[in-house]
């Protein structure tokens, strides 16, 4: 799989043009889908998703805010 680097720390591009945070399957809008869907704060979805640093997750939800 290649994967294209954005200007934002842990996040990349999969060669569809899908935001994923870096290392992992995890698709962006999955991240924020669960916040939004459950109300969950940044420390809720790293409880949720110790796999992901709280770098990783502050990372996609910016992305998402400026993208999205």
Do not use: C
């Not at 999969?14 to 290392?23: A, N, Q, S, T, W």
């Not at 949720?48 to 993208?67: C, D, E, N, R, W």
């Amino acid at each position: 799989m290649s994967v294209i680097e954005t200007r934002y720390e842990h996040i990349v591009l999969d060669e569809m043009g899908v935001p994923l945070i870096e290392g992992t399957t995890m698709k962006i809008i999955e991240l924020v889908l669960n916040q939004t869907s459950y109300g969950w704060s940044p420390e809720e979805l790293h409880f949720q998703h110790p796999y992901l640093s709280l770098g990783q997750i502050y990372s996609a939800l910016a992305f998402y805010k400026m993208t999205g």
